[in-house]
C-alpha cells in the first residue's frame, strides 16, 4: 500500500464516505489529515482504510 496517497484524495474521500455515513472511512481520513498537519506520517491501517474505500 503507498503511504503517499495525495492530500486532496483524502479530502474528496472524506466527503463522500461522510455523505453514505461510512464513519469509519470518515475517521481515518481524518487521522490522516490530522497527521499530515501535524507533520507525521499517517497510520497504515488508515491508509488501508482510505484505499479499501473504492474496493
Known amino acids: 500500500m ?3 496517497i495525495p492530500l486532496d484524495t ?3 474521500i472524506l466527503e ?3 455523505e453514505l455515513g461510512d464513519t469509519h472511512t470518515v475517521d481515518a481520513c481524518r487521522r ?3 497527521a499530515n498537519l501535524r507533520g507525521d ?3 497504515q ?3 488501508n482504510a482510505v484505499a479499501a474505500f473504492f474496493a
Open 32 to 34: 490522516i489529515i490530522d
Open 16 to 18: 463522500a464516505a461522510n
Open 10 to 12: 483524502v479530502w474528496s
Open 41 to 43: 506520517a499517517p497510520g
Open 45 to 47: 491501517s488508515d491508509l
Open 2 to 4: 503507498q503511504s503517499d
